[in-house]
């Protein structure tokens, strides 16, 4: 059973018992500051968990952590950095969408596939690494992220979305690795790019 929490609580120490937390545990707590999670032990966070958490600022994804829920920290306005680690390997659709705030995601070797939506409307963040493990970027991951000026693709990639980019409005260059065999329908419509490197030795799917 998972424990229950004050939704007055401003800071939370999930309990290291506790292996996973479930569908909208934490939707709408919105005087949350800060959540500790174990270090050990917990291995998915459900759909929606922190959702609308509009005061959210600190959390941290421990290694081990297998799965991670649909819109997790969907409109956690206040959110300003996330880590994913290496033992998710997938960020699903909508996971991270309007969280306007956040400027810092930390990416690392291990994650294949970044869903849809999963970082639209983010527009604090400025720089996206890409590890060479993603084999598909989803369609709008990045849309919307207005002032995301630098992104860095790397060879192990195949696929990128409809709309993967789109409206990135800051991003002036991107380097296309010559792993990618498809991009997507306006995967980089309105960002005014003046430098595009096309490393691709054949597309199957170019729009």
Do not use: M
Not at 147 to 157: A, E, F, M
Not at 160 to 167: L, P
């Amino acid at each position: 059973t998972f424990p229950r929490y004050s939704k007055r609580s401003t800071r939370i120490r999930v309990h290291r018992t506790v292996t996973s937390i479930p569908y909208q545990a934490f939707y709408n707590y919105d005087k949350l500051i800060a959540v500790e999670l174990p270090e050990d032990g917990l291995r998915h966070i459900g759909n929606e968990a922190f959702a609308a958490c509009a005061s959210l600022k600190e959390i941290h994804l421990c290694e081990g952590l297998r799965s991670i829920g649909e819109r997790a920290f969907c409109v956690c306005t206040s959110l300003e950095r996330i880590n994913i680690p290496s033992t998710v390997h997938v960020i699903p659709d909508w996971a991270f969408r309007c969280c306007i705030a956040l400027k810092e995601v930390r990416l690392v070797e291990g994650l294949r596939r970044i869903g849809d939506d999963a970082f639209r409307d983010c527009r604090a963040l400025t720089s996206i690494t890409i590890p060479s493990t993603v084999e598909e970027i989803g369609s709008a991951s990045f849309r919307d992220c207005s002032t995301l000026k630098r992104v860095h693709l790397r060879d192990g990639l195949r696929r990128i979305g409809n709309e993967a980019f789109h409206g990135c409005t800051s991003l002036r260059s991107i380097t296309i690795p010559s792993s990618v065999v498809a991009i997507g329908v306006e995967a980089f419509k309105w960002c005014y790019l003046s430098n595009i490197q096309l490393s691709v030795h054949e597309l199957s799917d170019l729009a």
